[in-house]
């Protein structure tokens, strides 16, 4: 069965502090897609990144980077120098190619929630 | 470029009652998929349409129910409502294939009393 584990439930740092959001997955699958979206008190998920399975080098978007590691099931996400509008719940997801290459039925963990606080 | 659109976005029902979603997606996309959001399940897949066909489903019963339109608008029907399905109802729309990037609503926040 596909899983994601989001183990922090929450997480409170001081601005420009680095945090490092955790995310392990389970999946049978070699091909498969890993994401993680932010979620701000609105309540639509914004996109941040999506990763195949065959690709396992890091990434750096600004502030932002994810570092995957396939061997231990691990996609981690770090924010480097928080800032307060970074406050908000993230969700790390996985999603398997099925028929259609739909890429509708995401698997999400339960969420971190990030607080920084000025 | 307007972003997915969902109605409405606060509702309030009673036990027993019925309740349509309405989900407007991007212009363009022909996807779109349905997920429930509460505090204790998290947020869970519903069902995804694509060219107004169900193309994957996820584990809710039969009172969960949805349609496409040939506009790739979607609704969603929950009939018999239960105390239990109160929650955030969040579409979102893609291309469909393997591009990847969802596209999420705000949400409706459905009160089930």
């Known amino acids: 069965a596909q899983k994601v584990t989001q183990a922090q439930t929450e997480i409170s740092v001081v601005e420009k502090e680095d945090v490092t959001l955790d995310c392990v997955y389970e999946?049978?699958?070699?091909?498969?897609?890993l994401f993680w979206y932010k979620q701000p008190p609105s309540g639509e998920l914004v996109f941040l990144i999506r990763?195949?399975?065959?690709?396992?080098q890091n990434e750096i978007s600004g502030r932002y980077s994810w570092n995957f590691q396939k061997s231990t099931s691990c996609f981690n996400f770090t924010i480097t120098a928080s800032q307060v509008v970074d406050s908000a719940v993230y969700f790390c997801a996985l999603s398997e190619p099925n028929y259609g290459g739909s890429q509708g039925n995401l698997i999400f963990g339960k969420g971190t929630k990030l607080s920084v606080k000025p | 470029k307007a972003g997915v659109t969902q109605t409405p976005r606060y509702l309030i029902k009673t036990r027993g009652q019925q309740v349509t979603l309405s989900c407007s997606p991007i212009?363009?996309?022909?996807?779109v998929s349905w997920y429930q959001q509460t505090p204790g399940q998290g947020l869970q897949f519903l069902f995804e349409y694509f060219s107004e066909t169900q193309r994957n489903k996820g584990n809710f019963p039969g009172r969960f129910s949805g349609r496409q339109f040939s506009n790739s608008r979607s609704e969603m029907n929950v009939s018999t409502l239960e105390l239990g399905d109160s929650a955030l109802y969040l579409c979102?729309?893609?291309?469909?294939?393997?591009?990847?990037?969802?596209?999420f609503g705000e949400g409706s926040r459905l009160t089930v009393l």
């Open positions: 212009s363009g996309h022909r996807s």
């Open positions: 999946t049978r699958d070699t091909t498969y897609y």
């Open positions: 979102a729309s893609s291309q469909g294939d393997d591009t990847g990037e969802l596209f």
């Open positions: 990763r195949n399975s065959f690709d396992e």
